[in-house]
């Protein structure tokens, strides 16, 4: 079969040495067309073999596809393992797959090239993924229609599920990481096989999380990634100071006003201070793990439960208050199109294609800054979890170079280059009018938390690719 295909090639285009150079790329078009035809061959081929070698690669076929394995001499417990879809946004090249990690726990990831000019572009790493994905899921989740938003527009992007039992990551015997050095490692883990196979792609990297805290990178690198960037979406950073912005968010958040007694219960637990400045002193499950269950039952927890001054009663959506939410019809993240997007992701024929809460991660970041990494952190102002007022003051408290100019910076209007819409508020430093910033906060306006690309798909696209091109907001 693969003598065939040769075959077909020499007669598709004949080479004189004289005429090479202007008919390689008439070449490289030929080769990528039977591409695909290739791959079936072998698959065909290899259908008795479990691993084999070809071309310098190894290869491995489970449930009737062909993976890709990539492995590193300073990695041993670390393999990646990839294959070729061509579901969500067909018209990019793609890669899936899983980085094995030992024997028993898996992450999947989702690498998408960007759609205008992937060899120039930079690469977005989002942890956990989000709206800003490629394409978007029928209400019945039968198909999927390309998103023109998306953020691999401008920029090559790879969405990971991290860590082990977050989306298609999994693991075989119910081990899973609950602490970010041990995340971490697996992050870096994943960078340094990814680069090695695809080189091509390590160029400015920034790294986006989604509902988590940092993730830690090893001080060494055995490979210098070129770290641009670090972008914040509404994540829980600093507990103690973000916690306490509940109150002022329900008083001048875009909100109906509780009623004083609520408002006064929240501001008057004293121990949850007391309970999260134990966690960041002594840093242990001992002390981390009080703090967290305290918060989440008594700060949180009062605005979720079926009582008079509750969301759930009223009717509101926690992530969203701008939105009405009716769990039996939206589900219980009060987004209908959730449910689309679980049964799409759970279609069987779609998974073959695709073969720490209290702890003080803000301390993580200002040597990042200090080294020439920017940092971005964004809210959506209608989000009740991880309100768009806490996360400014957590910026406002970093302790890096940048901190006197950002701490007397003022908002100005964020308005987006092609609508010229006023989708929010810019507040930064270190960029002295001509960049994008050092750090950066940005309010994004008619948004609720953790689903600005969602709200607001057109500003997210103009926020992330001003941003990731380092241009001013």
Request: glycine residues 6%; proline residues 5%.
């Amino acid at each position: 079969m693969l003598q065939l295909l040769l075959t077909q090639l020499q007669k598709q285009i004949v080479l004189s040495n004289e005429h090479f150079s202007s008919n390689k790329d008439a070449v490289k078009n030929v080769a990528d067309r039977f591409l695909s035809d290739a791959k079936k061959a072998i698959l065909k081929g290899k259908q008795n073999m479990q691993n084999w070698y070809h071309d310098g690669r190894e290869y491995i076929k489970q449930n009737d596809l062909l993976y890709e394995l990539v492995s590193h001499p300073s990695f041993h417990q670390h393999q990646l393992r990839l294959t070729e879809p061509s579901i969500c946004d067909p018209s990019v090249k793609q890669y899936s797959g899983y980085l094995d990690i030992e024997s028993d726990k898996h992450l999947f990831f989702w690498f998408f090239e960007a759609r205008n000019s992937p060899k120039d572009a930079p690469l977005i790493m989002w942890l956990n993924g989000g709206p800003g994905c490629p394409c978007r899921v029928s209400e019945d989740g039968k198909n999927s229609t390309v998103n023109p938003y998306s953020w691999n527009t401008h920029a090559n992007i790879i969405f990971l599920d991290q860590p082990v039992d977050v989306g298609y990551s999994y693991s075989e015997n119910g081990n899973s990481v609950n602490t970010s050095p041990v995340a971490g490692k697996d992050v870096y883990a994943f960078l340094e096989l990814f680069f090695k196979r695809f080189p091509e792609y390590s160029t400015l990297l920034s790294i986006l999380l989604l509902r988590v805290t940092v993730v830690l990178m090893p001080l060494t690198l055995l490979v210098h990634i070129n770290l641009a960037s670090v972008i914040l979406a509404n994540g829980l950073t600093n507990p103690y100071v973000q916690m306490g912005s509940i109150p002022d968010w329900r008083a001048k958040g875009p909100m109906l006003s509780m009623t004083t007694q609520v408002d006064l219960s929240v501001r008057l637990f004293v121990p949850r201070f007391l309970l999260i400045n134990s966690c960041y002193s002594f840093n242990s499950r001992l002390t981390c793990v009080p703090a967290l269950l305290y918060c989440n039952s008594q700060l949180l927890g009062p605005l979720m439960r079926n009582h008079s001054h509750g969301l759930r009663l009223i009717g509101l959506n926690p992530y969203d208050v701008r939105r009405k939410c009716d769990r039996a019809k939206d589900g219980d993240l009060c987004y209908r199109e959730m449910n689309g997007v679980a049964i799409f992701m759970n279609d069987q024929k779609n998974k073959v294609t695709l073969g720490d809460g209290m702890h003080n991660s803000a301390l993580l970041l200002p040597p990042l800054v200090n080294d020439g990494v920017r940092l971005l952190v964004y809210a959506g102002n209608a989000g009740k979890f991880l309100d768009f007022f806490g996360n400014e003051r957590w910026v406002e408290q970093l302790e890096t170079k940048f901190h006197s100019e950002f701490s007397t910076a003022e908002s100005i209007p964020w308005v987006t280059i092609q609508d010229g819409v006023l989708a929010g508020t810019v507040r930064s430093a270190g960029g002295s009018g001509f960049t994008a910033g050092n750090v950066t906060f940005v309010t994004v306006h008619e948004s609720g938390a953790h689903m600005v690309p969602f709200d607001q798909p057109e500003a997210a696209l103009d926020l992330i690719t001003r941003w990731i091109m380092d241009t001013p907001l």
